[in-house]
């Protein structure tokens, strides 16, 4: 057993580096900095990000997880992903991929094993903070008011850098203009199912408007016997993810425990800057996740490294040196991920409001494909032959 008091370090009064948030994007930030040994590097977070089920279903693509992660991720993996199952009321089919391989990772083994690297290089680690407020640059220094769990105010921590790792709207930044992660927020709720018959190799995604308008409800692998089932909707959707995820298993069938919320930021990428020189944003405070798939946890943790890197670059330069570093950032990011969800992001309308039945018979089109046959150039026809009906209806208004 692991002494908690360890992630209970004493705070110093001034740091070089300040990472708050401890989630993917945020520890991954932390080890980057503190392997560069250039300055004090402090991680903060509210709460152990371990102690508490993570509201998603946990599933990545396994070679850019790889790539993302400071460490060796096979502790991780729960299950290995093979195929992908893509389904609606009526129709399904099942793309199975060798070449690329997913996961179902655990991500509070993720989390503590991180961590534990952080502290390792010489990070302070102090997990049962919360950040209230962050002053304006003043003289090269920024300065964080801090409060316990309770509300009772802890002091304060200076800082000449700080990557705000918080997630979605938590608000480092409310005057600063910077990307926040909270102007699209789609609702989402998860539940650990059992008596549900599913391939362990295999993912599932359904489309519904009866469950998921707008989103989509997903089946993932979490251990013998059991499933991650969840249900993410569109924002302002008439249906609450809870009771379109209630909806979703008198389909599948099986035997939910407990429910748990979140909230999947889905704004529009590059609406603000990721930074400002002395600020750096990452992870979903920085609104990386990928508009139309959901998925966020490797883009958090690339994200983190980036945003970790511009401010090493920033670190007591002038604000050439800072605009430089930014725009750096803002550049890398683009590239590795960026143009993709510009366009993602302006195809998730359409997608949104395709029916039911134009899904199922797009999926039982595909199915016809042989498995293992499924290209993009095979599954071209397929697609256009449900075009027609599609844009007939929007502009008849026949939905």
């Known amino acids: ?24 994007a945020g520890l991954v930030a932390a ?23 993570v509201a998603c279903g946990e599933g990545v693509r396994l070679g850019p997880f790889v790539a993302a992660s400071p460490l060796p991720v096979e502790p ?33 083994h993720m989390h503590r094993d991180l961590a534990m690297e952080a502290r390792r290089l ?16 003043q003289d090269g220094w920024r300065t964080l008011r801090m409060e316990s769990t309770k509300g009772e105010s802890t002091g304060s921590l200076r800082a000449r850098s700080v990557i705000d790792a918080t997630g979605p709207g938590a608000g480092l930044d409310r005057s600063a203009g910077l990307a926040r992660g909270d102007a699209d927020l789609e609702p989402a709720v998860f539940a650990f199912v059992e008596g549900m018959e599913f391939d362990p190799q295999a993912i599932e995604l359904w489309y519904g408007k009866n469950f998921a308008p707008g989103g989509y409800a997903w089946v993932f692998p979490s251990s013998p016997g059991m499933a991650n089932v969840g249900v993410v909707c569109a924002k302002g959707s008439k249906v609450s993810p809870r009771e ?38 990452a992870g979903d405070a920085a609104s990386v996740a990928n508009p139309l798939g959901r998925s966020g946890i490797v883009e958090a943790m ?6 970790a890197q ?23 990011w683009r590239e590795r991920r960026g143009k993709t969800h510009e366009w993602v992001a302006r195809i998730k309308p359409h997608i949104s409001r395709v029916d039911d039945d134009l899904w199922a018979r797009l999926f039982t089109n595909l199915g016809r494909i042989p498995m293992g046959k499924h290209t993009w150039f095979r599954m071209v026809w397929p697609m256009l032959k449900v075009l027609p009906a599609y844009f007939w209806r929007r502009l008849t208004g026949k939905a």
């Open 1 to 24: 057993m692991i002494d908690d008091s360890i992630w209970l370090d004493p705070l110093p009064e001034r740091c070089d580096f300040l990472v708050v948030g401890a989630g993917p």
């Open 31 to 53: 080890i980057h900095l503190a392997r560069a040994k250039v300055g004090t590097v402090v991680l903060l977070d509210r709460r152990d990000p371990w102690r508490e089920p």
């Open 76 to 108: 991780w993996i729960r299950q290995s992903i093979l195929r992908c199952k893509l389904a609606a009321p009526g129709g399904a089919f099942v793309w199975e991929s060798t070449k690329y391989p997913g996961a179902v990772i655990d991500r509070s």
């Open 122 to 137: 010489g990070v302070v680690c102090h997990f049962r903070t919360q950040a209230k407020e962050l002053t304006p640059l």
């Open 244 to 281: 379109g995820l209630r909806q979703f298993l008198q389909l599948r069938g099986g035997k939910a425990g407990s429910f748990h919320g979140g909230a999947i930021p889905c704004t529009k990428p590059g609406m603000h800057p990721l930074g400002d020189g002395t600020l750096w944003k």
């Open 302 to 307: 690339e994200s983190g490294a980036m945003a």
């Open 310 to 332: 511009a401010a090493l670059e920033a670190i007591g330069g002038d604000c050439t040196t800072q605009a430089a570093a930014l725009g750096g950032y803002a550049r890398s």
